[in-house]
């Protein structure tokens, strides 16, 4: 018998988070909501329908025996990727949809708050409470999603829109230490009753060599210098992938970069800026990471290297790419049912990213957590952090 409780999940924390993702959206105007200028960027419309969704497919449809559906078409819609729930409309296909309007998309988020409020203060069991628990993750997820979409909308735009926000990086300007982690067998994955996605559960041990990791992230006066020396038409530090990657859609600069008069300029949330030299450099594909980190002579870590030195390093202005394959922890599990669609799918073919990004809102800073993109991926918020 599941137990009943009112204080796994309370209505405030559930609205909190909902309202965050309309914070984000605030200054958009309604034609910044329906595009989708690439395949891997979704409108912040779907963004905003999509999340209301999954509290509407994997609790209220699920446990509330009172509920009815919003519009019976929107499960088609907005599903993203979860075989085990039906058909969907491509991924692809998401910016075709000027209909149902941003204003529509509104009222179906209030009317899933309203009626998930209601069903949160009705008494829940707790793992009702841990299926919403997930679905606010998936949401603040998609609120930095919505940061990275939302940059690649603007920043591909002749007027260079800007974003009312308040997230910025701040100077990595600290001198710069090697810190060194002793040869060892250590424990990876997480341990605690707090939050964490599937992917870092399985603790393991694993055997470390000794090494020495950088007390601060590559910053953009260090990265132009790379650009200067010529590392975008050396291929002997690039990857056969990597130097096709750059090749096939002449890259010569982190993603946002435009040179104007001999002078490094880029697209930036509040405006198009000449770059910062102290401010870590951002938006660069595994590729490029690999690549500097060769031509200095260093290499980028394992997330098993990274998760060991995390405590001894200040992370968190940029989700730092590893040299590890994205793949399962000996004795992962994927859960049962679509919820197990949300991570194990994807463990092949993309690497792991450690840390978190100034755009990531959970609030939490763990230093278990595994991120994972494909290699040629650059929108998102990336750095580099050097080892030796
Ligand atoms: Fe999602």
Not at 224 to 251: K, P
Not at 298 to 312: D, I, Y
Request: aromatic share 16%; charged share 25%; with cysteine.
């Amino acid at each position: 018998m599941k137990t009943l409780t009112k204080n796994h999940i309370a209505k405030d924390q559930f609205l909190k988070v909902r309202h965050k993702t309309e914070a984000i959206c605030k200054s958009l105007k309604p034609e910044d909501t329906s595009i989708q200028p690439i395949e891997f960027v979704s409108p912040p419309k779907w963004h905003l329908a999509h999340t209301t969704w999954f509290f509407e497919q994997f609790v209220l449809t699920k446990y509330d025996v009172f509920y009815t559906v919003f519009h019976k078409d929107y499960a088609y819609y907005f599903n993203s990727y979860y075989e085990n729930v039906g058909e969907r409309v491509i991924r692809t296909n998401r910016g075709l949809m000027t209909r149902p309007t941003l204003n529509e998309i509104l009222e179906y988020r209030d009317y899933v708050n309203k009626q998930l409020s209601e069903f949160i203060s009705k008494g829940i069991t707790s793992d009702i409470a841990e299926v919403i628990k997930i679905g606010l993750q998936h949401e603040q997820q998609h609120q930095e999603l919505l940061y990275y979409d939302i940059k690649y909308i603007f920043g591909h735009q002749p007027s260079f829109p800007t974003l009312d926000t308040s997230i910025h990086l701040s100077s990595e300007t600290n001198k710069q230490e090697f810190l060194a982690v002793p040869e060892g067998v250590y424990q990876i994955g997480h341990s605690t009753d707090e939050f964490c996605w599937d992917n870092e559960l399985g603790c393991h041990k694993v055997y470390l060599q000794d090494f020495e990791i950088s007390s601060r992230l590559v910053n953009n006066a260090e990265y132009i210098e790379f650009i200067d020396a010529g590392g975008y038409q050396d291929f002997n530090l690039w990857h056969a992938e990597g130097w096709d990657f750059i090749q096939s859609n002449q890259i010569e600069a982190p993603m946002y970069w435009h040179k104007v008069d001999e002078r490094w300029m880029y697209y930036t949330l509040r405006g198009f800026k000449a770059v910062d030299n102290n401010l870590p450099v951002c938006h660069i594909s595994f590729y490029e990471a690999f690549a500097f980190a060769q031509w200095k002579g260093m290499r980028l870590p394992t997330e098993f290297e990274w998760e060991v030195a995390s405590e001894k390093v200040n992370y968190g202005q940029l989700w730092e790419w590893t040299n590890s394959a994205y793949l399962p922890y000996p004795n992962y599990k994927k859960v049962e049912g679509a919820l197990g669609e949300y991570n194990g799918k994807f463990m092949v073919n993309q690497m792991v990213l450690r840390g978190r990004s100034i755009a990531t809102t959970d609030n939490t800073k763990r230093p278990t957590y595994r991120n994972f993109f494909h290699a040629d991926m650059r929108w998102h918020f990336s750095g580099i952090r050097l080892v030796k």
